[in-house]
């Protein structure tokens, strides 16, 4: 089954203590992306990858890092978590970067940091 | 810049009524357009698309036309059910600046019995 799968789905943490979002996807994609949503605001993008070792800034990438060492992986790291990251998480791929490319999500990382 | 707005929710309607919600677009170029769903506990799925200007998607009753001289791609279904209760995301994609998904806040909406 194509999909994208996500761990954990659900996680609290404490200020400070790294922490890692994995992202799978089986699909060949070769575009990736993580977003967090927040009530009222919608998705906002924090990192993307266009392919294996191409990953640039979203549009709220501060206090986050991304790696893509493999086409179907997408960590999401948080190296000093803070309590302004406590949102909903999600990984998205698509097939390429064509505007007419739909987006697949994963399921979700609910993430409180206290 | 580019963004998408629609109306604010929540929706109440009652089942079979008729469904509207409204989205706009701003964009620099040509986006294609689009509607996820996201049902309770759920990840977003796409709902329909639509990627030149009059095109029309279309989806489990859902429908939605791409309106370049109003920049608009409003959602619509006829006769609303219970398990169409969700949050409805408008969204539109560029082939450049990234080539990111940018998305409205969402809509959600309640049917009740």
């Known amino acids: 089954e194509a999909q994208v799968t996500q761990n954990p789905r659900y996680l609290i943490t404490v200020t400070g203590k790294k922490l890692t979002v994995t992202c799978s996807q089986n699909?060949?994609?070769?575009?990736m992306s993580w977003y967090r949503q927040d009530p009222g605001l919608g998705l906002r993008q924090i990192y993307y990858?266009?392919?294996?070792?191409?990953?640039d800034k979203g549009d709220v990438p501060e206090g986050y890092k991304v790696s893509r060492k493999e086409k179907r992986n997408f960590p999401l790291i948080l190296e000093s978590p803070s309590p302004n990251q406590t949102s909903l998480y999600f990984c998205?791929?698509?097939?390429?970067?064509?505007?007419?490319?739909?987006?697949?999500f994963g399921q979700g990382t609910r993430l409180t940091v206290v | 810049g580019n963004s998408v707005t629609q109306m604010e929710g929540p929706v109440t309607l009652s089942e079979e009524a008729f469904l509207t919600i409204n989205c706009t677009y701003t964009?620099?170029?040509?986006?294609?357009l689009f509607w996820y769903v996201q049902y309770p506990g759920e990840g977003l799925q796409l709902l329909l698309k639509?990627?030149?200007?009059?095109d029309k998607g279309s989806n489990k009753g859902f429908e939605a036309t791409y309106r370049k001289e109003t920049t608009s791609f409003h959602l619509e279904k006829g006769s609303v059910q219970v398990s169409d209760s969700a949050v409805y995301f408008c969204?539109?994609?560029?082939?450049?600046?990234?080539?990111?998904?940018?998305f409205g806040a969402g809509t959600r909406l309640f049917v009740k019995a």
């Open positions: 998205a791929s698509s097939l390429g970067k064509g505007a007419y490319d739909e987006a697949f």
């Open positions: 699909m060949n994609h070769e575009y």
């Open positions: 990858s266009m392919n294996v070792e191409v990953t």
């Open positions: 964009a620099t170029g040509y986006p294609s």
């Open positions: 639509a990627t030149k200007a009059d």
């Open positions: 969204a539109l994609r560029l082939n450049t600046g990234g080539f990111k998904t940018i």
